[in-house]
Nanobody, 121 residues
Framework: QVQLVESGGGLVQSGGSLRLSCAAS????????MGWYRQAPGKQREPVAS???????VIADSVKGRFAISRDGARNMVYLQMNSLKSEDTAVYYC???????????????WGQGTQVTVSS
């Protein structure tokens, strides 16, 4: 079993900043990719940012230049620094961790329970 716990969400004014944290624990010791998705009311869940254990970051165009992702591999933690927040960033933010499950390279995503981010205009 793998558990992911997010923290750092909350209410912030437009233009403000928040830093989300996610801690992964359980029987899997490392993850090749960790990242964040978000889901706004009435919308589909969408990717925000991801970071591989090799250092490759993928950032959604909608947050590029405002959000930054980082991780601590030794502690299995991933962070999302969110700056210049806009009302359209309001969503539940979900942390995920990807692990490889067999020698063919099949992967599985483990998910956190989500943390609410609300940006007031």
């Amino acid at each position: 079993q793998v558990q992911l716990v997010e923290s750092g969400g909350g209410l912030v004014q437009s233009g403000g900043s928040l830093r989300l944290s996610c801690a992964a624990s359980g029987r899997i010791r490392s993850f090749d990719v960790m990242g964040w998705y978000r889901q706004a009311p009435g919308k589909q869940r969408e990717p925000v940012a991801s970071l591989s254990d090799g250092g490759r970051a993928v950032i959604a165009d909608s947050v590029k230049g405002r959000f930054a992702i980082s991780r601590d591999g030794a502690r299995n933690m991933v962070y999302l620094q969110m700056n210049s927040l806009k009302s359209e960033d309001t969503a539940v933010y979900y942390c995920y961790a990807q692990s490889v499950v067999n020698v063919e390279g099949a992967t599985v995503h483990h998910w956190g329970q989500g943390t609410q981010v609300t940006v007031s205009s």
